[in-house]
């Protein structure tokens, strides 16, 4: 079972508010990412990491930031969060040694009002 | 044209039949080849993965890959409630960065 935790599972915050989403993993996997997914849309991919201090973003446009400081974490931060931010925000991680499997964490559900 | 495409369903099957759902890709150059099955609020979950042209089965699961037509499958035979979930199909297309491409979904019930 994949080791990869986020916190929170469940957010609900006003519109303006600085919101941190964590992501933390006890694999030692190179590579994070995270993706955002709506109700019945497929996944999409807003921030890459391939090690320490190396973030990129992704394929969707995002008005988040990310940070990669040490190897197992990996947050997500929004500056002032909107209602166009509500979404759920799914962190993974894989190896590079590996096959490129991606493993999840549980998600978090991010409500703006 | 999306790079990954699945019939979004729903696919309804009986209790203890074989549950077919299939996958397109657009990349001919596309590696490696993922199967994630995501219940309803949960994360997605890796059930299969394939590599080479044909079939690899794990247990009830059975995985296929035609590179030539571009088109992955996954078979579940003896189909259970509790298989009932969205599949979720992935194309790594670039093997440096894992950046997986994934399809809509396809929603799977099960009736008992």
């Known amino acids: 079972e994949a080791d990869i935790y986020q916190t929170p599972r469940y957010l609900v915050i006003g519109t303006g508010k600085k919101i941190t989403l964590e992501c933390s993993q006890t694999?030692?996997?190179?590579?994070m990412y995270w993706y955002q997914q709506d109700p019945g849309m497929e996944l999409h991919l807003i921030h890459y990491?391939?090690?320490?201090?190396?973030?990129e973003k992704g394929d969707l446009s995002s008005e988040s930031t990310v940070s990669r400081i040490r190897t197992e974490h990996f947050p997500l931060t929004l500056e002032s969060a909107r209602p166009s931010h509500t979404s759920q925000y799914l962190c993974?991680?894989?190896?590079?040694?590996?096959?490129?499997?991606?493993?999840f964490g549980e998600g978090s559900r991010l409500t703006v009002l | 044209q999306k790079e990954v495409e699945q019939n979004s369903g729903p696919l309804s099957v009986p209790e203890g039949a074989i549950a077919s759902l299939n996958c397109t890709y657009s990349?001919?150059?596309?590696?490696?080849f993922f199967w994630y099955r995501q219940y309803s609020g949960k994360s997605p979950e890796l059930i299969m993965s394939?590599?080479?042209?044909g079939d690899k089965e794990d247990g009830r699961f059975t995985a296929q890959l035609n590179k030539a037509s571009q088109y992955v499958s996954l078979l579940i035979r003896d189909s259970q409630p509790s298989d009932s979930a969205t599949y979720l199909c992935a194309v790594n297309k670039d093997g440096a960065t894992n950046k997986l491409i994934f399809g809509t979904g396809t929603l799977l019930a099960v009736q008992p």
């Open positions: 694999m030692g996997h190179d590579k």
């Open positions: 990349d001919r150059g596309s590696q490696s």
């Open positions: 394939i590599y080479s042209n």
């Open positions: 990491s391939y090690g320490v201090n190396s973030t």
């Open positions: 993974a991680s894989s190896d590079s040694r590996g096959a490129g499997e991606l493993f």
